[in-house]
């Protein structure tokens, strides 16, 4: 069974900095691509930023240069490094990961979320 396990969420002021971490079970981590996704308050869900198995990352444009997501494979543990935080940055934000089990069978698990609150 796969479980996603968040942390590091908090209140910061604008112009400030978090580090959310994705601690991963139930798979052989290294083999699968991860996410990081957000959903504010009446707004629909949306991809932060994700990373390949080997390493290649994604942003959103929003966070470009701001943002920055990084795995460590030894810890099963994707990490999404947040910086120059916006109030528009406010969310609550998942972890993902998609995939099929060795029997074939897809899955789409998530984590239950950090709330992340940005003040101005």
């Known amino acids: 069974q796969v479980r996603l396990v968040e942390s590091g969420g908090g209140l910061v002021q604008a112009g400030g900095s978090l580090r959310l971490s994705c601690a991963a079970s139930?798979?052989?981590?290294?083999?699968?691509?991860m996410g990081w996704y957000r959903q504010a308050p009446g707004k629909q869900r949306e991809l932060v930023a994700d990373?390949?198995?080997?390493?290649?990352?994604n942003h959103a444009d929003s966070v470009k240069g701001r943002f920055t997501i990084s795995r460590d494979n030894a810890k099963n543990t994707v990490y999404l490094q947040m910086n120059n935080l916006k109030s528009e940055d406010t969310a609550l934000y998942y972890c993902?990961?998609?995939?099929?089990?060795?029997?074939?069978?897809?899955?789409?698990?998530w984590g239950q979320g950090t709330q992340v609150t940005v003040s101005s």
């Open positions: 990373i390949t198995n080997t390493g290649v990352t």
């Open positions: 139930g798979i052989i981590f290294s083999r699968f691509a």
């Open positions: 993902n990961v998609k995939g099929s089990t060795i029997w074939g069978t897809p899955f789409d698990s």
